[in-house]
């Protein structure tokens, strides 16, 4: 440890070095460290370090001020958020947009209403809530009849635009005439030298339920309605469809039930503006389609030697639109100019 040092370079210096009388650096004179005095230039007291450190309170204030800011921030920055998200009006206890109950129907009286709930984010998909179950069409609901039948002879006057008539299987050389208006008519069966003349009953929808066979005759009308054939066609029937606005369909066959596929020698003649030949059209057939501007017809399979003609009502009229399927055979489907 330094016991004196150099009055003039104030180099410190050992109390050997100061006992030579002299300076070893700058060769200043020195006084016997004895005889210093007040002019001794003694080396103030060593500085303990543990003594110079601060308190740990000191050193944590920082730290805690720190915290303190970035918690403030933080509240803030939530606050802002919540507002933004949440609306400022309903913060301060405004309206802003509706709820969606406003947009919900009341409930009928003595009904309890269902609230749609909302599912839990990242839910998996049996967790999340089922939605109510729809009601079930019924099946058991019978047709409204029409409200008035006239028969007179072979001529049935029918009165009910909103009704169906069922017209019953018909056989031999029965002749049924139809006259007035329905809703739905439905055809049983056509069989033997059946006549059946619909063309002057107006119906908004015309169902052949029943096979046609043999040499029966039938024609059904309906402007803007539509007019499916759900059950086979054979042998040599002669058939007329006027729908100018409506459409034509030949069923496919489904859940087990054949469909009505075309065969024998059948001559089928139709006016609509669609057409469509779900089942095939085999045989001897011979099918005349007449479309309506904008028509359109599609086949899925011809065979045989069956022939599917079609042309424009209307010469004016822009080409309609034709879906092709398979041709099999001698089978030919041609525009008829």
């Known amino acids: 440890m330094p016991a004196a040092m ?68 933080a509240a803030g920055g939530g606050g802002i958020y919540y507002l933004v998200s949440n609306g400022v009006t309903r913060f301060l206890g405004g309206t802003d947009a509706p709820t969606q109950a406003a947009f919900e129907e009341p409930a009928p009286p003595g009904e309890t209403p269902v609230v749609a709930q909302r599912p839990s984010k990242g839910a998996p998909p049996s967790a999340q809530p089922a939605p109510p179950p729809a009601a079930e069409a019924k099946s058991d609901v019978p047709p409204v009849l029409p409200r008035e039948i006239v028969v007179t002879g072979t001529v049935r006057r029918i009165d009910g635009p909103q009704g169906e008539y069922s017209l019953e299987p018909l056989n031999g050389g029965t002749q049924v ?62 058939l007329g469809v006027v729908a100018p606005n409506g459409k034509v369909t030949f069923a496919k066959s489904a859940g087990g039930k054949a469909g009505a596929d075309i065969d024998g020698e059948a001559k089928i003649t139709i006016r609509a503006k669609e057409v469509d030949f779900q089942c095939p059209i085999n045989g001897e057939t011979s099918v005349s389609v007449v479309l309506s501007s904008g028509g359109k017809m599609r086949f899925t399979e011809m065979g045989g030697r069956s022939l599917l003609l079609y042309r424009k009502a209307d010469a004016g009229d822009p080409d309609p639109v034709i879906g092709w399927g398979i041709v099999r055979d001698n089978a030919r489907c041609k525009e008829n100019k």
């Open 177 to 238: 005439r139809l006259r007035g208006k329905v809703k739905r008519l439905r055809i049983g069966s056509l069989n033997g030298e059946s006549v059946l003349e619909a063309e002057t009953l107006e119906a908004q929808e015309v169902i052949f339920t029943g096979a046609i066979n043999g040499n029966a005759r039938a024609r059904v009308y309906t402007p803007n309605g539509s007019v499916e054939f759900r059950a086979p066609i054979n042998g040599q029937p002669r």
């Open 6 to 73: 150099c009055p003039k370079c104030r180099f410190p210096l050992s109390r050997q070095e100061s006992r030579s009388g002299k300076c070893p650096f700058c060769g200043t004179a020195l006084e016997s460290p004895d005889a210093a005095g007040p002019r001794s230039a003694a080396l103030p007291p060593p500085v303990d370090e543990r003594a110079a450190r601060l308190p740990a309170s000191q050193l944590i204030r920082p730290f805690v001020r720190g915290g303190f800011i970035l918690f403030v921030l």
